[in-house]
């Protein structure tokens, strides 16, 4: 049982912490078959969410499942992480305009710590210039055009931690919970991760009677 929960809580813990910061944002898109601009997976507010996008998200996502769950990984749970990546690019859209408006910032010493700690750009554990520029180059990418994800990124976070920091587990709900001292602490983590989950979903909710999300779920389907 022990083994079972720890699975579903680094599944959930996954699920829950997913920023999605896409590296194709400013790729040309190809068109539609009239020839037109490319169809949008999905508006929020002024943002579009590309069909690319979205697919490169999920591609994401599905190699960490599979490396979760492995054989057991089926196109039930396909389905189903599908229209979890969706809702999390649509969250992760919400919270960057909630944090616009809120005048939230990221300085520029966050922004070169959060690039000096990237484990993609290291080796042995140090930051490496060259596989900085390396990567950057691979993915079409210019450090201007990096950083501005990068600051989206930590932007997203920052807002994120607004909303979930202050929410606690209670001292009744501490009380309540029985067993051994490894199945409480997951237990915990859990039930904190899911009141923390509540309280994103509630703010999303009031962002969602002002700003309006079109979802085209069919293009996905």
Known sequence: MLKAMRRHAKYFYFLFGLVIVSFVLWVPQMGDEQGQGPVPLARVGQEEISLRQFWLAYDR??????????????????????????????????????????????SEQELQEAILNEPAFMRDGVFRKDIYFNVLRLNRLSPAQYEALKRRELLVQKMRLLITEPVKLTPQELEALKGEPETIGLLQEALLAEKRRAAVQSFLLGLRKRL????????IS
């Open 212 to 219: 309006p999300v079109v979802v085209n779920e069919e293009l």
């Open 61 to 106: 996502a599905e190699e960490a499942m599979r490396d979760i769950y492995r054989e057991e990984f089926d196109e039930q749970m396909r389905q189903r992480l599908r229209e979890q990546v969706l809702q999390e690019l649509l969250t992760e859209a919400l919270l960057y305009q909630a944090a616009l408006e809120l005048g939230l910032r990221v």
